[in-house]
């Protein structure tokens, strides 16, 4: 069987079946030409609010915008109206996605309290008629992102797959956790499997994977694609180490030098596309992905922290990297 294949979501074509998860805070248009760079198909943006996008804010109006340097990807969008979700998903494809998604997975209480994410798992009526409003606005190819379930009794992963291939979905990604997990514990394989079984559109399953053998247990469990989120973040090229392994080629080695390296020209491209402040700031948040596999690590990244300004950031890690 070969895992990695080109790949369709209605008519886009991908280079290959590896995704890279929308995580907000850290999923940014430099993130993602830098995972597009490390091999990944296709890269999801941070989620916008098609509330906010409504009222004018200029903060998510700019979490759109889409560099010609990182194409396939896709935006995705939440919200708990018809007419904000329409307008969202336009707003999208004008600003140049190659698909827009939706998110119904979502566990955090503010957006949950907004109607949004993953509290519209419970009310298919409502999450059929966003879906249904965002693929009548478009174009381009619109999908789901979901979970296998609310809670550990009911599993509503092939149900809801089987409602987003009705409304007319592209694909679903099905993040195999229930949402009272959050983030955390293994990955139910097993929900991802009937939940393929139950449509014929593409699956992409998401949850925990960090290396081949897990890529290679979610699409022999009958997903078309994977999707990858925490795994990629200090790690960009795990999509093409993944390739590699499983096409029995040797896998590159990163060492944590190499890794320096990159974090500073992404903390370069955060602080061209932020301005300084927010891009340190940013920057900041995923230090421990990035700064990590070396004797001294925590007292760097202690440093790191305390730090406000381009220069001297570079020349801490450039003290490690030299
Ligand atoms: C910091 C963070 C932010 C996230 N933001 C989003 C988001 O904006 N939209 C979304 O659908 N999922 C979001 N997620 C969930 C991820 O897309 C993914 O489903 C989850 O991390 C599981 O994949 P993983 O185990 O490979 O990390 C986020 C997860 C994390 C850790």
């Given at each position: 069987m070969t895992h990695i294949r080109p790949f369709c979501i209605g008519k886009l074509s991908l280079k290959n079946n590896l995704v890279l998860a929308p995580m907000a805070g850290i999923t940014d248009s430099p993130f993602r030409i830098l995972c597009l760079k490390g091999g990944a198909g296709l890269v999801c943006a941070e989620m916008v609010s098609a509330h906010a996008l409504h009222y004018g804010n200029a903060k998510s109006g700019r979490m759109l915008q889409v560099s010609p340097k990182e194409h396939p990807v896709s935006m995705q969008i939440f919200g708990s109206d018809e007419e904000t979700i329409s307008q969202a998903a336009q707003n999208a494809e004008k600003a140049g996605a190659d698909i827009v998604d939706l998110n119904?997975?979502?566990?955090?209480k503010k957006i949950n309290k907004a109607g949004?994410?993953?509290?519209?798992m419970k009310d298919e009526t409502k999450l059929a008629r966003l879906l249904t409003a965002a693929i009548k606005s478009v174009k381009i190819p619109v999908t789901l992102k979901t979970r296998?379930?609310?809670?550990?009794?009911?599993?509503l992963g092939a149900r809801l797959a089987k409602l987003a291939e009705d409304c007319g979905a592209a694909a679903v990604t099905l993040h195999a956790r229930a949402a009272v997990d959050m983030h955390s514990g293994e990955p139910d394989v097993e929900a991802l499997a009937n939940a393929c079984q139950a449509v014929k559109i593409p699956v992409i399953g998401n949850g925990g994977v960090t290396n081949a053998a897990r890529v290679k247990e979610f699409l022999e469990a009958g997903c078309a694609g994977v999707m990858i989120g925490r795994?990629?973040?200090?790690?960009?090229f795990i999509f093409q180490d993944i390739i590699d392994e499983l096409a029995g080629r040797p896998v590159q080695a990163h060492t944590a030098q190499k890794r320096l390296e990159i974090y500073l020209k992404l903390i370069e491209e955060n602080v061209d596309y932020y301005g300084e402040r927010i891009g340190i700031n940013r920057s900041r948040k995923i230090a421990g992905y990035w700064i990590s596999?070396?004797?001294n690590a925590a007292a760097v990244r202690g440093e790191f922290v305390r730090l406000d300004t381009l220069p001297d950031v570079r020349a801490l890690l450039r003290q490690v990297i030299s």
């Open positions: 119904a997975g979502c566990p955090v949004a994410g993953c509290v519209l296998i379930a609310l809670n550990h009794k009911e599993f795994g990629a973040v200090g790690n960009p596999g070396f004797p």
